[in-house]
């Protein structure tokens, strides 16, 4: 089959950033394994809660990639040699016009575990989660209302357009107020930590900007495409928004195979072979020193070590007149088993 150019154009743009998206999915979804894998060897300990919901990823983002696979074969080899046949399947197969939702929703599952954190290590402030959880929920909302315009045809296709736009823009927004959140509450708090513990905190930020990075980058592109190029001409957009599910689900595994780093670094140990820590309690007790005034001060837990602080008590361990109990420990408690 030869197309003229103007049929290679069309195919090039409308078809091309399935195959691409499709490839690097695959791709991602590689090294989301390995993560996986980590994961696994190093945290057998964790909590069921958390288990669960790194099982969840995994198979949810497994078949999402055969969903991809699935959808590249039905469009390039079910489809051949029928071009408009092919570029129609966006706009009237389900699997390829709600394939938009499927990944919101991927999207949506990772950032409720983010959402969590802002919530943990902002010591529950409601009101800052509740923000930004609703930026979110509007953006999922937007999407599901997208879908069904588009299942209802073309005569509502000028109505898609904008509720796309409202889903890509609350999807940016949020994760830039929830990185934005979590990065002050770590700033407010290293602030308050004894000086041997500032570095640690300082990779908490660093490690929120490298792992968010990539996936709100890849959703910034997804929006400034949307917007320029309609869905009619050029659909690059389908290329970023079957990448971000993939980014989103490594940014969650990169943060949680991270406290093995963070972990090893409280302690001052190169020895990261287990998700635990390697003293008991569960918080670093080299971190303690003398106050002038000659009594011990706790331990500072990690944020990311596995472990929260509650609310009250870490407004305690902030300041001087922390409390603790009998053997000087500040009481903490364990946010994977939480």
């Known amino acids: 089959m030869i197309l003229s150019p103007a049929d290679h154009e069309r195919a090039a743009w409308l078809l091309g950033p399935w195959l691409l998206g499709g490839a ?5 979804q ?43 074969w039905n469009i390039f080899i079910d489809y051949f040699a029928d071009l408009e046949g092919a570029i129609a399947l966006s706009y009237t197969s389900w699997w390829e016009s709600a394939s938009s939702l499927i990944n919101a929703t991927l999207d949506l599952y990772v950032q409720v575990f983010f959402v ?28 599901c209302v997208a879908i069904y315009y588009i299942i209802e045809g073309a005569t509502a296709a000028s109505i898609v357009a904008p509720w796309f736009a ?9 994760d830039i ?8 509450f770590l700033l407010r708090t290293r602030e308050d930590v004894l000086p041997h513990t500032v570095g640690h905190f300082t990779s908490l930020i660093r490690l929120t900007w490298l792992s968010a990075a990539p996936a709100t980058l890849c959703a910034i592109l997804n929006l400034i495409s949307s917007q ?19 980014l989103y689900a490594m940014s969650m595994m990169w943060t949680l195979n991270a406290r093995l780093e963070l972990r090893a670094m409280s302690t001052g140990s190169s020895d990261v072979t287990s998700g635990r820590m390697i003293f008991d309690p569960p918080f670093d007790t080299s971190l303690q020193h003398t106050h002038n005034s000659g009594r ?12 929260r602080v509650d609310a009250h008590e870490l407004n305690d361990v902030c300041s001087d007149s922390a409390k603790s109990d009998k053997s000087g420990h500040v009481h903490v408690v364990d946010e994977e088993k939480a």
């Open 228 to 246: 320029l190029w309609p869905g009619t001409d050029r659909l690059l957009s389908a290329l970023f928004n079957t990448m971000l599910p993939k």
């Open 296 to 307: 011990s001060l706790p331990a500072r837990p990690s944020l990311e070590s596995g472990h």
């Open 166 to 174: 409202a889903h890509f823009s609350a999807l940016v927004c949020g």
């Open 177 to 184: 107020i929830m990185t934005a959140g979590i990065t002050y």
């Open 116 to 143: 969590r954190r802002l919530f943990l290590i902002s010591n529950r402030n409601w009101y800052v989660t509740a923000v930004v959880a609703f930026i979110l929920a509007f953006s999922y909302a937007a999407m």
């Open 24 to 28: 690097l999915g695959i791709f991602l």
């Open 30 to 72: 590689g090294i989301l394994y390995c993560q996986f894998m980590r994961y696994a060897i190093h945290f057998k300990s964790d909590g069921l809660g958390i288990k669960i919901g790194v099982f969840v990823l995994f198979l949810t983002t497994t078949l999402k990639t055969m969903h991809s696979f699935i959808l590249v």
